[in-house]
């Protein structure tokens, strides 16, 4: 039973009138954000969809930034690498002249000439960086020149030439997001790119006696290899072979050395990480020598980089030995050529994966903001139909209120 009072009908008018407000008010507030939801109680199923699908959304578009960016960083990497690729077919060509035995020693010092042109150019690419600075062959140390050089007098020149060539990056790689918990490698080592031929170290310190002293750890081409106190030079040479490494270890059957070879054209980066094993092997020197140039004085080296080539190249051309072109120097080239190419199609590749993610990526996104705007955008039509007839009630409800209150104050003055 409801009591009956004076002021019940103003009660009620006022009360339905702010409701009237409070609808007209939500609706002009979603009409001014284009949103369906303005607070979580609106549609608490639709607003947790909501939430989940627009996190998404910003995951995947940092999906595709990160495509984006690796494909333009691959695009001028490739650009380098495939220059420097025609350097060397050109140093081919000038090799496989100086190797027929039919120029003069003048001719050959021409042609030594241009290699030496050549090799500069090669260093050039070698030592690129990319749009914002960042070198792009030093591996994840990108504030610093790849490869550094050091000049020196060479015979037949009356100049100082350039006699070696040394890396100065890292050989760690990035890993990329470009999908939900799916990562790309990005490997810029420029001591793999700009490798000509496998490298072999053969140790010249007697390995059979050594023992393990105490728990350590060594890096091997970046792979990190526990040993245990206790272990001798057998169970090492196994724990390296089953590391994963691209190396291989072995013991020298006349030194009885450590060897260790890698198995495709890379220089060889050993490292201490934790305790002395391969400097009491003499593989390395002490931990104050940072790889790659910490090997030990008894570890003799072969397999170089495509820059030792060429200066091979051109040294033996400023000597006239016809031989040495047409048999360890040329083979070398080749090798390096080989190993350049590889590198080129696998930057190639790399260049397709993540166009391709981009590709997925964009779609997946249009597919998600089709699912955010379904959840949550207004329906504008419908708004602006509710607005409309919500104004109409307001305005009806106030005329007959009007009229229900008609008395002013002029009715009481007489």
Do not use: C
């Amino acid at each position: 039973m409801r009591r009956i009072s004076s002021q019940m009908n103003n009660t009620n008018t006022q009360y339905h009138l702010r409701q009237q407000e409070s609808r007209l008010n939500r609706v002009t507030n979603q009409m001014g954000t284009q949103q369906r939801i303005l607070n979580l109680r609106d549609d608490p199923i639709s607003a947790g969809h909501l939430v989940k699908y627009q996190s998404y959304l910003t995951r995947v578009n940092n999906f595709e930034k990160n495509a984006a960016t690796l494909r333009d960083q691959f695009q001028y990497r490739e650009g380098y690498m495939t220059n420097s690729l025609e350097i060397m077919q050109r140093v081919r060509e000038l090799a496989i002249s100086g190797a027929h035995g039919t120029y003069t020693k003048e001719d050959l010092n021409n042609m030594a000439v241009e290699v030496n042109e050549l090799l500069g150019e090669l260093i050039q690419n070698a030592n690129a960086t990319g749009p914002d600075g960042s070198s792009i062959f030093a591996g994840t140390n990108t504030h610093m020149r790849a490869f550094d050089i050091d000049m020196g007098a060479v015979e037949g020149s009356s100049v100082p030439l350039i006699a070696n060539v040394r890396y100065n990056g890292t050989i760690d790689s990035n890993k990329v997001e470009l999908d939900e918990n799916k990562y790309i490698t990005v490997e810029n080592a420029g001591n793999r790119t700009f490798w000509a031929e496998n490298q072999r170290l053969f140790g010249g310190r007697d390995a059979t006696g050594w023992q393990a002293t105490q728990d350590s750890t060594i890096s091997v081409d970046g792979q990190l290899i526990q040993v245990e106190t206790g272990d001798n030079v057998y169970s090492l040479i196994a724990k390296i072979n089953d590391s994963g490494a691209a190396v291989k270890a072995g013991l020298d059957p006349v030194t009885r050395g450590l060897n260790l070879g890698t198995t495709d054209a890379r220089q060889l980066w050993l490292e201490d990480v934790s305790g002395s094993a391969l400097n009491e092997l003499g593989i390395i020197k002490d931990s104050s020598q940072k790889p790659p140039y910490n090997l030990g004085d008894s570890v003799r080296v072969s397999g170089g980089s495509l820059f030792d080539s060429v200066i091979a190249l051109r040294d033996a051309m400023f000597k006239g030995d016809h031989e040495a072109i047409g048999g360890r120097v040329l083979a070398s080239l080749d090798s390096g050529i080989s190993t350049l190419t590889a590198r080129v199609a696998k930057s190639g590749s790399e260049y397709e994966r993540v166009e391709n993610d981009m590709i997925r990526s964009s779609a997946v996104a249009l597919n998600v903001t089709n699912h955010i705007s379904r959840e949550g955008d207004l329906d504008l039509t419908k708004a602006i139909t509710d607005e409309k007839m919500l104004e109409l009630t307001q305005q009806a409800t106030l005329s007959n209120a009007g009229k229900m209150y008609s008395s002013t104050l002029l009715d009481y003055m007489r």
